[in-house]
């Protein structure tokens, strides 16, 4: 009935039909998971804040502003593809949340695998992400904030999504942090920043 | 070709345009406006970015057995911002109708506070707080329930400000749904015409001042 070519082109579109039904309609599968060990207390501690606390930050003007804390740690999955194994990752979240219209703050340890654990603190428009690991030194400097020494304090640059529009826009341009205290100044494109605040 | 052009023809024939008039597209923020920085008796700042600027026409058909036989183009202009600690402010315009039943209107929303204006019925017609909403419900007699809504809005000449005099402001008092408030609800808005947002303030007193 059909010619030696013909049965080759026949052939070939069966062929190409049945990898485009098997391409659109792949057989089920059982998801598999990545594990990655919890983050490290010894890392964890570099966040002090525990779950409940309140801490206090007094603005340049004055006013001095609670933040509750809220921490939690999880894990989580990250698929990339269908059937491709899912990637845990750890997480250790602290939100400090304001009693005065402004923004949270929110300090987090996110770890992707035993060499990437990285450190972030985001406030309103601007963050900073560290490695943990690598990245992180407490060795930098003492600074004085509300008539108290803090030493081993390190000083990050906090960035922001760029807009030609508003090249100087108000943002948080940087963050003090010790591991001991967390974040002990806050400060803005304008001057005006917030200073932790201990009773 | 001959159908597409009598159908265009046609469309053009039955269409009616509305367009928002000069006079209350004044009230638009011009670019000076478009970042500005507001802050509070304690001296904390917020800057108020321009997120979207828009002007579009919204189409409606009207249809009868089946046959098209009016189509509307109303024109919007709506501007939004967003500041440093994630506070939301929109403005928007809309044209009139030409049966006079209601006329141009203007909106505004900031954070959970949302109101609109109609400056032929020269009255608020919706009011919108912490999920909260009144709207009039307008007929050919006119406003159903005249006392529905009980916040007020003032429009002035002109409004001293910090030693500043603005042109043409108007001044919005919530009033309704007093017992769903929050310490940061919006109370009051002052707004200025060409310029924008001049003052807000919240509930417990709180006021952002424009700088």
């Known amino acids: 009935m059909f010619g030696k070519n013909e049965k080759s082109a026949l052939y070939l579109l069966l062929s190409i039909s049945a990898l485009f039904i098997l391409y659109a309609c792949p057989l089920p599968c059982e998801p598999q998971r990545i594990s990655v060990l919890p983050i490290p207390d010894s890392v964890s501690m570099l966040i002090p804040y525990k779950n409940g606390d309140t801490v206090n930050f007094q603005h340049s003007g004055g006013l001095v502003v609670p933040f509750v804390c809220q921490r939690d740690s999880s894990a989580e999955y990250a698929y990339s593809d269908w059937c491709s194994p899912g990637q845990e990752y750890r997480l250790d979240e602290t939100l400090l949340i304001p009693d005065y219209p402004i923004s949270s703050v929110f300090v987090q340890l996110t770890k992707y695998d035993e060499q990437?654990?990285?450190?972030?603190?985001?406030?309103?428009?601007?963050?900073?992400?560290?490695?943990?690991?690598?990245?992180?030194?407490?060795?930098?400097?003492?600074l004085k904030v509300n008539q108290k020494w803090f030493y081993?304090?390190?000083?990050?640059?906090?960035?922001?999504?760029?807009?030609?529009?508003?090249?100087?826009?108000?943002?948080?341009?940087s963050v003090y942090y010790t591991q001991q205290n967390g974040i002990v100044r806050l400060t803005m494109s304008n001057g005006e920043y917030y200073d932790l605040f201990e009773k | 070709?001959?159908?597409?052009?009598?159908?265009?023809?046609?469309?053009?024939?039955?269409?009616?345009?509305?367009?928002?008039?000069?006079?209350?597209?004044?009230?638009?923020?011009?670019?000076?406006?478009?970042?500005?920085?507001?802050a509070d008796q304690n001296g904390i700042t917020r800057e108020y970015l321009n997120e979207q600027n828009t002007h579009d026409f919204s189409e409606g058909e009207s249809f009868f057995g089946g046959v098209k036989y009016r189509i509307s183009q109303r024109e919007?202009?709506?501007?939004?911002?967003?500041?440093?600690?994630?506070?939301?402010?929109?403005?928007?315009?809309?044209?009139?109708?030409?049966?006079?039943?209601w006329g141009e209107r203007i909106s505004l929303s900031i954070n959970s506070l949302s109101f609109t204006y109609d400056f032929l019925l020269d009255r608020l017609v919706t009011v919108e707080t912490n999920f909260n909403y009144l709207s009039h419900k307008i007929t050919s007699s006119g406003v159903e329930n005249d006392s529905l809504i009980h916040s007020t809005i003032d429009f002035y000449d002109e409004i001293e400000f910090n030693g500043t005099t603005y042109p043409h402001v108007f001044h919005f008092i919530l009033s309704d749904f007093q017992q769903n408030w929050t310490e940061y609800t919006v109370t009051e808005v002052y707004y200025v015409r060409k310029l924008g947002l001049l003052e807000y303030r919240f509930k417990n007193g709180l006021s952002f001042t424009r700088q």
């Open chain 2, 76 to 101: 919007n202009y709506y501007q939004s911002f967003s500041s440093t600690f994630n506070d939301v402010f929109s403005f928007s315009l809309s044209p009139g109708y030409d049966d006079g039943y």
């Open chain 1, 116 to 142: 990437n654990l990285l450190f972030s603190i985001s406030v309103a428009n601007s963050s900073t992400v560290l490695n943990a690991l690598h990245e992180l030194s407490f060795n930098l400097d003492s």
């Open chain 2, 1 to 38: 070709m001959l159908c597409f052009i009598s159908c265009n023809l046609f469309e053009d024939g039955i269409t009616k345009w509305y367009k928002v008039s000069e006079e209350t597209k004044l009230w638009l923020a011009d670019s000076s406006g478009f970042c500005f920085r507001m």
């Open chain 1, 152 to 173: 081993c304090v390190m000083a990050l640059n906090l960035s922001s999504s760029e807009n030609p529009n508003y090249p100087n826009k108000l943002r948080f341009d």
